[in-house]
């Protein structure tokens, strides 16, 4: 096959990550994702949940409700996320997940260190948030 | 009970970043024609991703492509199956040690997960793999739903 224009771009069109913050008083947060979570996406999320965690912020929600697809780079760093987190004495909870994605989430073993919820409301109500 | 392959495709795609989306998209349109169930093409579309990963990531090739072949089956009934063949012109793997992660399994090890995801996510998998390429051979039987 010839190089095609997407190969000469260098990269696939996707819906690359999008990530909005919304804080809860001064030590709480919740991350909104929508698009694909790959390593690319993995990091855009790191960076922004560093940056709250400078800030104070030490119960986190990541709601991945406009995510549809993720890989196991984007979850290798989410675990990094949350090995960090647990580090500084915080806690880290996801919502909203496909059942393929909640799926992907216990293979890989990071549903034995962050809770895990259905929906949002669920999650700020037992996180507190 | 007949089964026909009805849909076929083969693809050669670039090893470039986010070409597995691409590789996923094409399953999950061939599947929706055959009336699967949208959870069971998911899985299909998150075995694929992680296929393509492997391909680009560590197997080495020197033409840097990845080969996909799909047919979808319907059996009949509601039912219908969903073959690929992902194979790239690397250097193999040892598939016995990237089996022995399983044992792991509930720890948390940050990479190395895709052979997992794949077998977790499909009905079935079967890979050959030699010094000149690999191939994956994975199956996804699916019930029409929405």
């Not at chain 1, 909005?20 to 979570?37: E, H």
């Not at chain 2, 072949?69 to 063949?85: E, M, P, Q, V, Y």
Request: proline share 2%.
């Amino acid at each position: 096959m010839s190089p095609t224009a997407q190969e000469h771009e260098g990269r696939i069109m996707t819906d690359e990550l999008r990530v909005a913050v919304d804080r809860r008083g001064t030590a709480g947060a919740v991350l909104y994702t929508k698009g694909y979570i790959n390593n690319v996406g993995g990091e855009e999320i790191a960076n922004r949940a560093y940056e709250l965690m400078d800030g104070g912020v030490r119960t986190l929600l990541l709601n991945l409700k406009e995510t549809k697809i993720v890989n196991s780079i984007g979850i290798s760093i989410l675990i990094e996320i949350i090995e960090k987190m647990i580090d500084q004495g915080g806690r880290i909870g996801f919502c909203s997940l496909t059942p393929v994605i909640h799926k992907t989430f216990q293979i890989m073993g990071l549903a034995n260190y962050a809770a895990i919820f259905t929906d949002e409301e669920t999650a700020v109500k037992e996180l507190a948030l | 009970m007949t089964a026909t392959a009805e849909r076929q495709m083969e693809l050669t795609l670039p090893m470039i970043p986010d070409i597995e989306i691409a590789a996923a998209r094409a399953a999950g349109n061939l599947a929706r024609e055959l009336g699967m169930a949208s959870e069971s093409i998911d899985e299909m579309a998150h075995a694929m991703i992680e296929a393509c990963i492997n391909a680009r990531e560590h197997s080495g090739s020197a033409d840097r492509r990845i080969y996909v072949r799909i047919t979808g089956t319907s059996l009949g009934a509601g039912n219908s199956r969903i073959d690929i063949w992902i194979t790239d012109h690397g250097k193999g793997f040892n598939v016995t040690e990237a089996r022995s992660r399983r044992q792991q399994l509930g720890t948390v090890h940050k990479r190395g997960w895709g052979l997992q995801i794949i077998e977790a996510h499909m009905d079935e998998v079967s890979i050959s793999t030699n010094p000149d390429g690999t191939t994956i051979h994975m199956v996804k039987l699916g019930r029409s739903g929405s």
